[in-house]
């Protein structure tokens, strides 16, 4: 296991990059804890494959070091860095039992017999896959054979890292969650430094311990879950994190108060407000919206019904916010107060968090 430190890294694909465009990853300074679950989350094309493809060694950083419990194995190979790595397709031989698939890493490496039998049937026990070891692995469904990949990366005792490139897009998805469940517990059970890519908030947010949340080959927040979803960062981070995602409102600052279309909003983050500058928004989460009889004057437009909760479609000043109701509370009809929870009310400037933009955006 290891520690891994990403030392202000850049990578562009182009060969001799003069503008900030030509960078598939922009700015990433990072450390990651040996032992931890992290997760890359983000839509596709951030950059979070030429980030894992970084880490594994498949490519070299235009700009920057990456490091190892301290070690620089920026030119280091893949097997040089010791790492394992599941991919978004199954990556198995068809013609070899599930046994001998998942001891193939092992025997590889000439590890004694006796061992790769007890490994095979530890990791065959975990993932439900014992009562297959026999059979071919052709034979198996398209989860079976993930399954074995999974296995396959998991098995050996001694990687650095263990790396899934979006390994459930090829599952069912009744069985997701089932997989998703097993590689938390297989984190907590073997202890080892795991980076899940993924595109699916469900996935990031139930593997990870700390979550990066990437735009645009920017890393735009890490944090725990519950940290991404209470206090985003940036904007971006509101809207693809939660469902419904964040409200955003146009804003003014007048004075050192926040304004909506003439009316003051209160903000958490009021001190950064005197400041601000920029295109300035309000942004708050749908579940910390509710009606009051003083607040934001809006127009009730649409009500769904999702279960525990309703989804409110309110429309305030030509704008729209959403609004999560749980049932027992009415809802009105026509025109409404719009209340919102200061505690959880930001003003973000040029989509970042007032008073906490990176430097290098300012």
């Known amino acids: 296991m290891a520690k891994i430190t990403l030392d202000r890294i850049r990578h562009s694909y182009f060969p001799f990059p003069s503008q900030d465009e030509h960078y598939a990853l922009k700015r990433v300074h990072l450390e990651w804890r040996d032992g931890g679950a992290y997760a890359l989350l983000g839509p596709s094309g951030c950059g979070k494959t030429t980030l894992l493809n970084l880490i594994s060694g498949l490519l070299v950083p235009t700009e920057g070091r990456l490091l190892f ?9 893949p097997e040089e860095r010791n790492i394992a790595q599941v991919f978004q397709f199954p990556v198995i031989y068809d013609t070899m039992t599930v046994y001998d698939n998942l001891a193939f890493p092992l025997r590889n490496r000439h590890v004694p017999e006796a061992e790769v039998d007890a490994r095979v049937r530890e ?88 979550v990066v949340v990437m735009n645009h080959g920017v890393v735009v927040q890490t944090g725990t879950p519950i940290e991404l979803f209470e206090r985003p960062r940036h904007t971006f981070v509101g809207h693809f994190i939660g469902s419904p995602g964040m409200n955003l409102l146009p804003a003014e600052v007048k004075g050192g108060k926040v304004f909506f279309a003439g009316e003051e909003v209160a903000v958490d983050n009021a001190t950064a407000a005197r400041t601000a500058k920029g295109r300035l928004e309000i942004g708050i989460r749908p579940e910390f919206v509710g009606f009051g009889k003083a607040g934001l004057r809006a127009d009730i437009v649409k009500v769904s019904d999702a279960g525990r909760f309703r989804i409110v479609e309110a429309a305030s000043h030509g704008h729209k916010l959403k609004l999560l109701v749980p049932e027992g509370v009415s809802i009105p009809e026509g025109s409404a107060r719009l209340a919102f929870n200061a505690a959880r009310t930001r003003l973000y400037e040029d989509g970042w968090l007032a008073g906490d933009r990176p430097e290098d955006e300012a």
């Open 69 to 77: 419990d301290g070690q620089d194995v920026t030119h280091a190979s």
């Open 123 to 210: 990791i065959a026990a975990m993932l439900d896959l014992t009562r297959t070891l026999g059979n071919r692995a052709s034979g198996l469904t398209a989860d079976g054979k993930q399954k074995i990949s999974l296995g396959r990366g998991l098995v050996r005792s001694d990687v650095n890292v263990i790396m899934f490139d979006e390994p459930l897009t090829v599952i069912d998805p009744h069985l997701k969650w089932q997989l998703r469940s097993k590689l938390k517990e297989l984190h907590q059970r073997t202890g080892r430094t795991m980076i899940y890519v993924t595109h699916d908030q469900t996935e990031a947010l139930t593997f990870a311990d700390t």
